[in-house]
């Protein structure tokens, strides 16, 4: 079955940076998407960065454009998160997330990142 296997979680001082890897195994599907979520104690998980399969195409939510990059490897399934300028309201477990057309959506176990001085 589908694995996604976060790592790159920690705690960082603000205006640091951390680099969040995700690497998919099990995959048997032709294409997916892949993208990041994050989560705060008693709010809803959000969608935060996808990226397309085999493409450029790239979206990121307002909060952190500017400051996060999301990317792919050549293999498309390792899917990476470059969080810099980092400020405490990043603070948030963060999930990688894939999704397949007609198989639908698939999550990892989260990473914590904390952001505090």
């Known amino acids: 079955q589908v694995q996604l296997v976060e790592s790159g979680g920690g705690l960082v001082h603000p205006g640091g940076s951390l680099n969040l890897s995700c690497a998919a195994s099990?995959?048997?599907?032709?294409?997916?998407?892949m993208g990041w979520a994050r989560q705060t104690p008693g709010k809803e998980r959000e969608v935060i960065a996808g990226i397309g399969f085999k493409t450029n195409t790239t979206h990121l939510v307002d909060s952190v454009k500017g400051r996060f990059t999301i990317s792919r490897d050549s293999t498309e399934s390792t899917v990476y998160l470059q969080m810099n300028n980092l400020k405490p309201e990043d603070t948030a477990v963060y999930y990688c997330k894939l999704t397949s057309t007609g198989n639908g959506d698939f999550w990892g176990q989260g990473t914590q990142v904390t952001v505090s001085s």
């Open positions: 099990g995959l048997t599907f032709s294409s997916y998407a």
